[in-house]
């Protein structure tokens, strides 16, 4: 059994250190071989292989297999380190990341509670206080990490919920009215599955509409509190979005604070996209005050370039925020550690603190402002040539590195018609290594490209110019 | 900036091959060098350093920098590679799962979408099928993976809820009686969390009696359903759960089944410890038939040595699961691509799957189950020295590899003397490398040991025994 093992695991007693160097080495190589030659590889490849080898699970396999099957996967994945995937939010991730996830890894400590991770669980609560700085909060702030903006996302309203309809057991059958809370047509997906998950009901999460930018529009949002009042329901939180998935438009922050504060609902942030505006000296400006609100959620996992998941929720006030979620977990010793997963909806979580440290320890937080300046600059110098280029449309001024465009409609063409040529050109630009997705978005079909990887720079966009002024010759 | 940023990405076009190579030999010589020294390390390190490291964020930093704090982290994070850590469930992570996660890190794919994930995607559904077939369940079965078991189980009550109470809205304001579900009163917490989360209430997951095993009470089960509908409450779920956080306790599954048969109520498995009992053909037998159940939880991130977090939810019926689920994210194509993120109670989410394939496809089904009969061997030969000792006396005979056991009180001890004697127990046997945990359990206090470190064999088992021995001398 010591010799298989010793295949299988570090050995802790130091017994097969020369055969996990080499395994190390070689995955490691061909890790690096892959990332550093993607701008020339398949963008979002179409599954063509046969890839039974995936069933053969009874027996142990060796480096050697296992270094041609990763060969195969790495082939078949998406390609969001090329230069030319500008595709959705997915991003480069940076090295630091990286070896913060094999790190991770490799130490096994788990989130749940302090005795599992007493490092790592203060790590996260020291890192979140920066965040919490950062986004503007003072001491009284602070929060969790989760798996994802959605998690972040639950976990606000669920906190909201209880702590308006001044119920920490959770029961809504037994509420007097029926909550409901409000959020913009175009929020993320996550708010939908709230209103499901915390069993207020979808068709209590009151969609407000939006103007012609993608922004929630405050005269239908007064209207709509008010109707649910009239209707005898219990308004309770309202969510604001800053950078849309869609079109990364920002809703009026501020405005919406006001709103809260007059009919004393809750106040959450989806600021997972477009919170990095903060990082930056140069476009801090458009931020909102962040401080009045409730809660805020933030993806480092986007535009802070961690791999997934990495999501931080921000309280303002976190001894609320404790007191009205947590739920403990006896099989603990009996300590005065906090243990974070008595505070989230997760329990046993991955550690996304180590990864997010080493991010930011590597690059600093005055760099992550430079790579957004220069992402910022380059969807600027983008929506200038889409503007003047006779055959383009622009959905409406990008706020954020988020741009909707698409070759202008022809005359004669049928819908039909025009919703190939969308995919057609799509597909031209894909063979020429840049993969732009195609969203529905208000019942018509535009090209979204995220200006997101700091190696897309004046050269790469000259390039992009060029491949579409050559289309339309 | 090019120059910047080929220090803190893997260049896409090969700029930086040599140093990004050299940063991961040395990150990686680091890990192995500290995970194969680590029996002679402390187990749970107090936090004694000064760490004011930590903040400073605003500069970039550089490989030796990164490195000797990292050695820090290290020194000061929980040591579940040890052989002597047989503390919670807390794992030494395989080589598989560490590379994995690297890998999963450098490719920076997301589950939410297909087009985000292509060859994942597909691959999470392949391997869920192969898990299905593992736990009986035929092709109708299929699921997804979450981050963690706690959401695994918060879904699977979800999912019951929603069919129920027939309502994908999952409105539970509108119910027309009040939603109640029951569990042992050993069930994890994340069955609790459930309740707040559910909008059913916490005071409305009842908990049902357990005899002196740790088992639920079936008699009082069929009473407390008894109750509830007379109460004129509306009973949907019972939870089983096959191994107990504390106690490593089996539920009557196969009895509770025959329960939920009769008055009609979704039956959830929490088996994310005990499940993996089925991988090994000796201990097999001791599996209920989990095929009969709606939901089955497993956690390859406890007993198959995957790094955290890694859990799969199996649903019996597939089709009706999602029916009643599906939360449409409306930025993805419009095709007909699975998106798993409109199946989970994640959006975008962590790729788990591929360090699961490559842990199985590493390490074999076959050789999993010699590593679960080696783990259960050691716990009976544990079991009969406690039992033999006249110092010690032992909970229960355990079911799994999960054992609690003290030393006796002695005759005159206070209960605060007692305490006191059990928690330098602990001390005296750390000092000597081995971290067992000092729970409280049926409002006493207990140590509970885990024998789930591959490393832990006959030799290490008789230190052990003579480390006890000599305490008592």
Known sequence: ???????????????NTEYVTDFFSEIIAQLIDNSSNRSQEELVPLL????????????PHDLAQILQKLSTIYDNSMNASSVGYIGQMDSIPNIGAIVGDLITASINNNMLAN????????????????????FGFD???GGVMTSGGTLANIQALLVARNIKLNSKDGNVYNSSKQPVFFASEH??????????????????????????????SIDCLRSDIDRSLQEGKMPFAIVSTFGTTNSGSLDEVDEIQSICNQYHLWHHIDAVYGGAMTLSENQKHICPSFEHADSVSFNP??????????????????????????????????????????????????????????????IGKKSFGKIIDLNMKITKS?????LQNEHLE???????????????????????????SLSDFQNYLYHKYIYISLIPWKNEMWLKCIFLNPYFDDNELKKLKEIIEAYFE
């Open 187 to 216: 929020c993320h997906s996550s708010i939908l599955k709230a209103g499901m998950f915390l069993g207020i009901g979808t068709e209590n999460v009151i969609k407000v509409k939006t103007d012609n930018r993608g922004k929630i």
């Open 394 to 420: 622009l959905y409406t001024k990008p706020e954020l590195n988020i741009l909707l465009f698409r070759p202008k409609k022809r005359v004669g063409q049928s819908e039909k018609e025009y919703k190939k």
């Open 48 to 59: 063509r292989e046969d890839f039974s080898f995936i069933n053969e699970l009874e027996e």
């Open 301 to 362: 996992q986007k535009w802070m370039f961690v791999s997934k998941t990495c999501s931080i929720l921000i309280f303002k006030n976190n001894k609320q925020f404790q007191n009205s979620f947590r739920i403990a977990a006896p099989y603990t010793s009996e300590t005065n550690a906090i243990n974070l997963g008595e505070f989230g909806i997760q329990g046993s979580r991955h550690t996304s603190v180590l990864k997010l440290w080493l991010s930011v320890y590597l």
């Open 115 to 134: 005795e599992m991770s007493p490092f790592l669980t203060w790590l996260e609560q020291e890192l979140i206080q920066v965040f919490c700085r950062w």
């Open 1 to 15: 059994m010591r010799q298989d093992i010793n295949n299988w695991f570090i050995s802790p007693n130091g017994e």
């Open 382 to 386: 983008f929506t200038a040539f889409v």
């Open 139 to 141: 001491k009284r702030a």
